[in-house]
């Protein structure tokens, strides 16, 4: 049963100690987890979670753990020897701390958690953190690769080692990460796959038998080669019908996916589209989305249509010839290199900060590499 905490802190009766529930799918409540909060020294506010419910942890333990800080705090000096409840530090115990204090600054905090407690949680959530040796992400890594590729496995395990290393970090743990020496599994994350102009038509066509948003997130795709992120949080207010352009916010380049993501201009690509985008702003207050189906609803129903299309056949872990979404900036970039497009201006249209990412698509700018070679001797008399 996959669980989630809430971000709402309650007060208790004790100062300064809180707590936060954690639900169910159907959001029954079945734990909750402790934190305390006091001022250091300089008056900082700090924020420290002190465990489940669950694993033992109770209101007079937590408002115990804060006067002894506040005593060290007051004397400055070392807390004298006390005969103390030993607090349990589960990997649980560092992973809710890591996803309660990062939950509203990383936008895909939400589905990191939802991944710990569906793949790594019940393997190894309950074991104490210091217990936990390389031999356990072996283990859990041989788990796994039953069942997904190894990109998606090198992502789970070292997930772990982020949640160490946050821990760490913050002073809440001392230790170390049992992912120091682990080595990933090799990924081979080039594809190479993207689709035919005939295949494109095809697309579009079963795209408009599902439905028009999925075929509006179809042609925006592959008119700007963005990322599926960025065409889902377009608003109305992204589009400049005169200028034919769209601002697309680049959350990969921000690396924490937060409201101040970098935007860059991508383009309308043709007439068809620009009628479409028009009648959408007509419709739409300039703040409102402009797709209107929510993005795992148009993520399902596009890889759908993906997979009746293009992949009937192939192997799921096949990353080299499988069509997913992101085939479509592959396809977008592609074209543009087929068609004869210098290739520093499909770095530009991808919002590539590095070129050696765009220059995969050097080898398919034949008609380019011909034109500079043909001729080239000829002299005029």
């Known amino acids: 049963m996959a669980k989630k905490t809430l971000p709402k802190r309650h007060t208790t009766n004790s100062e300064g100690v809180y707590y936060k529930e954690i639900v169910s799918d159907d959001n029954k409540i079945v734990d909750k987890i402790y934190l305390i909060r006091w001022r250091d020294e300089n008056g900082k506010e700090l924020l420290k979670t002190i465990g489940k419910y669950s694993e033992g942890i109770r209101e007079a333990f937590c408002k115990k753990k804060r006067n002894e800080i506040l005593v060290k705090i007051r004397l400055n000096e070392d807390l004298p020897s006390l005969a103390k409840k030993k607090s349990i530090t589960t990997l649980d115990t560092l992973a809710y701390t890591y996803f309660n204090e990062n939950m509203t600054l990383v936008k895909d905090m939400p589905k990191e958690q939802k991944r710990y407690e569906n793949h790594i949680q019940p393997i190894l959530g309950h074991i104490k953190a210091e217990n936990i040796k390389l031999k356990d992400l072996e283990d859990l890594r041989n788990l796994l690769m039953q069942k997904y590729a190894p990109r998606t496995v090198n992502h789970l395990v ?12 913050k002073e809440y743990y001392k230790g170390i990460s049992p992912t120091a020496n682990y080595k990933g599994l090799e990924v081979d994350n080039e594809r190479e796959r993207y689709l035919s102009l005939k295949e494109i038509n095809k697309l579009l066509e079963a795209a408009w038998a599902s439905h028009y948003e999925v075929w509006l997130y179809v042609k925006l795709l592959l008119s700007t080669g963005a990322r599926a992120g960025g065409i889902i949080s377009l608003k109305c207010h992204d589009i400049n019908l005169d200028e034919w352009t769209i601002k697309i916010k680049d ?3 921000t690396k924490v996916y937060a409201e101040n993501s970098k935007s860059y201009d991508a383009f309308i690509s043709d007439e068809e589209l620009h009628t479409h985008l028009q009648k959408r702003l007509n419709e739409s207050n300039p703040n409102a989305d402009l797709l209107h189906l929510h993005r795992n609803t148009l993520d399902n129903k596009l890889k759908a249509i993906l997979d009746i299309l293009f992949n009937t056949g192939l192997d799921r872990n096949d990353r080299k010839h499988r069509v997913v979404i992101h085939t479509l900036r592959h396809t977008f970039a592609s074209h543009l290199a087929i068609n004869g497009e210098p290739i520093y201006n499909i770095q530009k249209l991808l ?3 590095d070129l050696s990412s765009t220059l995969r698509y050097a080898k398919l700018n034949s008609r380019e590499k011909r034109k500079s070679v043909r001729n080239m001797y000829d002299k005029v008399d």
Request: glycine share 6%.
């Open 158 to 169: 070292f997930m772990i080692g982020t949640i160490y290393k946050y821990n760490i970090r």
């Open 351 to 353: 919002n590539h900060k």
């Open 251 to 253: 959350h990969k380049a």
